[in-house]
Every structure is written in structure tokens, then in C-alpha cells.
């Protein structure tokens, strides 16, 4: 079970924005896990108001592109998945709350579908600056249909470097708001990574001393070793 909890996250971990894909076709078959993905994230009363639009066509692809404020790049995607909320259900349960609830369920569709992507070997990127009119125009959309996210799939054409995180430390609050903890493991207990951290410390520690022992002897003795 451990195992399983350290590849995902080793999975989420991988996971890049993709901006340049190579002309290759995507099987179906990863498209459907990837469909999957989406299809089992949580959602507000599991009233599934999520659907899922796949585009292959250039065509189609092209004029996504451009209701992304033309991110040219997008037409490198040979498959894009436009991601949509049906609000009226939701609303019925939720009343205002609905609108938010549909929101963030396309939001956790399309997260659990990019780590899938991750996981198959692609690609992918979320994209959301969009024109919402244009964006129905493309895909024939009816009003009733919300459009949230644009996903682009395809096998990486780029190496791109982790952007910078800031420290965990500063993201997280222990008991109350502002509430920062100094030593995350120590604080949670975490003694293992805690004494590989003490380890890493102790070894670039012993490395230094005996880095300066070795030129104090030099210093001393000379090269072969005889005394000055
Ligand atoms: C709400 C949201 C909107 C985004 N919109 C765009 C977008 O319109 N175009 C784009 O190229 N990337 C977009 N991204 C991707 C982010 O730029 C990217 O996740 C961020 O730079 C961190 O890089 P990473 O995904 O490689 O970790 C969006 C991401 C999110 C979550």
C-alpha cells in the first residue's frame, strides 16, 4: 500500500505542462484511461454534471487554438479534450453553491485525467484563458453547456524543467491559520526523513572536515608527506 501511495506520487511529481508534442497519433486506449480518470474524480453529490469533449479533428484543433487567445501552440496537440459542466442539475441540489461545485468538479477531473496522461507515457497541458463564446462556437456548444477546461494530449516534443515550488514550509499551517511549523518531520513525526536529513548533513559535514584536515597535513607536511 505504501508502495503504491510513493508511484503516485512519484506520478503527480512528473508531471509537466507540455506545450510542444510530437506529430504521433495517440492509441485509444489511453485516451479511454485517461476518459476514466476524469470519470472517477470526486464530485459535489456525484451528480457527474462533468462531460468530456475529444477533438481530433486539425480543423476543430485550430479553432480551439485560437479561442485560447490563440496559443498557436495548442495545434500541436493531436488529441484535445474539452473539458464542460451541465449546471442545471447541480444548481437544482445546490442552489448558488452549484455554481461553484461545477466548477471544481472539472477541476478534479482534470487533474486526475493529466497524472493518467503522466502515467501513459504523455504529455498534456490545462489551459483555461479562453473566449467562452468562441470556444462554443467551436464545438457547437448549447448555453446550458459550461466549457471549464481545455486539456491537450500528445507525446512530449520538449524537456521542461520543474518550475520552482516554494518550500512546503510556507504553504502549510498546522492547527490555525499562520500557524507555521519550523521541522515539518519533526512536527509530524516523520523520523525517518528525519535522520536521512541528519545523515545528509553529517555526511557533507564529515566531507568539509576532512577536506580541511587533508590541507592543514599538506600545510604541515608537505606534499609526500615529510615534515616541514
Ligand atoms: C487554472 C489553470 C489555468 C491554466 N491556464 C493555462 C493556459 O491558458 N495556458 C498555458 O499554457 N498553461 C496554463 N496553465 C498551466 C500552468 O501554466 C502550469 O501548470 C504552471 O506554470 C506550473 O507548471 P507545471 O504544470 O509544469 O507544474 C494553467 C493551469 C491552471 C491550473
Known amino acids: 500500500m505504501v508502495e503504491d501511495f510513493i508511484r503516485v506520487l512519484d506520478i503527480i511529481k512528473k508531471r509537466r505542462s507540455i506545450r510542444k508534442y510530437k506529430d504521433i497519433p495517440i492509441p485509444w486506449d489511453k485516451i479511454q484511461n485517461i476518459l476514466q480518470a476524469g470519470q472517477y ?74 497524472i493518467q496522461a503522466t502515467a501513459e507515457g504523455l504529455g498534456s497541458c490545462w489551459v483555461s484563458a479562453f473566449d467562452e463564446f468562441m470556444l462554443r462556437t467551436a464545438l ?46 519533526v512536527t509530524l513525526w516523520n523520523w525517518s526523513l528525519q535522520m536521512e536529513e541528519f545523515a545528509q548533513d553529517a555526511k557533507v559535514g564529515a566531507k568539509r572536515y576532512a577536506r580541511i584536515l587533508k590541507e592543514k597535513i599538506k600545510d604541515k607536511f608537505g606534499d609526500k608527506g615529510e615534515k616541514k
Open 41 to 114: 474524480a470526486p464530485n459535489a453529490g456525484n451528480l457527474q454534471d462533468t462531460k468530456f469533449i475529444v477533438v481530433t479533428d486539425r480543423g476543430t484543433i485550430h479553432n480551439i487554438a485560437k479561442a485560447c487567445i490563440s496559443q498557436v501552440w495548442i495545434e500541436t496537440a493531436p488529441v484535445v479534450i474539452v473539458i464542460l459542466g451541465i449546471p442545471e442539475r447541480t444548481m437544482q441540489y445546490y442552489g448558488e453553491a452549484g455554481s461553484k461545485y461545477v466548477i471544481e468538479n472539472a477541476a478534479a477531473a482534470a487533474e486526475n485525467m493529466l
Open 140 to 185: 457547437r456548444m448549447p448555453e446550458r453547456a459550461l466549457p471549464q477546461i481545455v486539456v491537450t494530449l500528445g507525446y512530449a516534443d520538449e524537456e521542461v524543467p520543474v518550475p520552482p515550488r516554494t518550500v512546503l514550509e510556507s504553504m502549510v499551517f498546522l492547527q490555525r491559520y499562520a500557524n507555521r511549523m519550523r521541522n515539518p518531520n
